[in-house]
């Protein structure tokens, strides 16, 4: 057993040294922006019809009204990176899995942005399996998505992690001063004495506990060293058991459906607390569900659903979860390690409005 984890250390390390993809905040301000796209259940593009919709919206709503509001939100954030976080496509009503991933994903290419995605419990439900799902994924132009960590023994299929690079010229442009982690939740149970979704197993914990404790030493030991770990973000599908925490007097947003998670607790929050990087956990699955709130010192944060051919709530506009990173400056203007994080979503109505803005995560408050 000890061999067996000191060879995962290793190959985290050798993992964690090449995450980047090409990732670094802005020189002008000092900022990475990310935003999330939950749930988009995209199928056959005009054929497929909108579900929970007003009546007046019905005539001629489809798949491409999520094109439209992809489009319109990419346009309005420009964003640094896209993440897709599962059921990017909805398998039972899709003719072909490959040609409506695609077409889901399409404006982000069209638009020549670097992306990343997870799989939720509904992309493989149609003619790709789930480890086909996540190989065409790794096969599209512009994307950050990764299969697997080479060489690990891991379950599921997309867990990587992505390194962001400091401003360009300055003492930190070659260290990670962000790191970004990706996950399968899997999808629904294969134990047969445990009902409903799947989890975050044993060997993608121990991946993710090495590849943290390998970025924050390189961070706090090569030069320049730093004081602090650089702070972290996690992206998946199912929400963990402990999103149920919250209540409308400690979180921002709404909780209308019941939290998805999975019957049993993996552990996986814990695992984050014990590392110490992660800032925000971000998720899907729960459609109607778009709030953030802090349990020990993590965000734990809903985007809401995008997709039209998605379940949601007539009348109850369709959201993207946008987050900015800020890096600090010296008195004399150099860009340092990042100062905070900030949160805000998007609504696809007619002002494309923004909402619920707060700050996650401040250096310092932790």
């Not at 340092?336 to 700050?359: A, F, N, P, Y």
């Amino acid at each position: 057993m000890a061999a067996r984890l000191g060879l995962l250390l290793l190959l985290a390390v050798a993992a964690a040294a090449d995450g980047g993809g090409g990732l670094r905040f802005r020189r002008k301000s000092g900022t990475f922006k990310v935003l999330q796209v939950a749930d988009m259940h995209y199928a056959d593009g005009r054929r497929t019809p909108c579900e929970n919709v007003l009546p007046a919206q019905r005539r001629g709503c489809s798949d491409l009204n999520t094109t439209a509001f992809l489009y319109r939100v990419l346009r309005a954030e420009k964003p640094d990176l896209v993440v897709f976080t599962g059921d990017n496509i909805y398998g039972p009503d899709s003719t072909d899995a490959a040609k409506s991933m695609d077409a889901a994903i399409a404006p982000a290419i069209a638009m020549r942005l670097p992306w990343a995605a997870a799989i939720g419990n509904h992309d493989q439900e149609g003619t790709l399996s789930r480890e086909g799902v996540m190989r065409h994924l790794v096969g599209m132009n512009n994307t950050l998505s990764r299969f697997n960590p080479e060489g690990v023994e891991i379950d599921g299929y997309g867990n990587y992690n992505l390194e962001v690079g400091g401003v360009e010229g300055t003492p930190l442009a070659n260290k990670s001063v962000l790191n970004l982690y990706f996950l399968d939740s899997g999808d629904y149970s294969t134990v047969p004495s445990i009902p409903g979704y799947g989890w975050i197993k044993t060997s993608q914990q121990a991946w993710f506990k090495q590849t943290s404790a390998s970025l924050q030493a390189n961070y706090t030991n090569e030069q320049p060293k730093q004081k602090e770990a650089a702070p972290a973000l996690a992206y998946f599908h199912i929400p963990l058991p402990e999103f149920g925490s919250f209540t409308t007097s400690n979180m921002t947003g709404v909780r209308q459906d019941p939290i998805s998670s999975a019957s049993i607790n993996s552990g996986f929050f814990t695992s984050m607390v014990e590392a110490g990087d992660v800032k925000a956990a971000f998720v899907g699955h729960d459609h109607l569900n778009d709030f953030c709130g802090n349990l020990t010192g993590i965000q734990l944060c809903y985007a809401g659903g995008f997709g039209y051919h998605a379940y949601g709530m007539a009348g109850w506009s369709r959201r993207a979860r946008v987050v900015s990173v800020q890096l600090d400056k010296t008195q004399d203007g150099e860009w340092q390690g990042v100062q905070s994080i900030k949160t805000w979503k998007r609504l696809d109505d007619r002002r494309l409005t923004t909402i619920d803005t707060e700050v996650l995560w401040k250096r310092g408050s932790n």
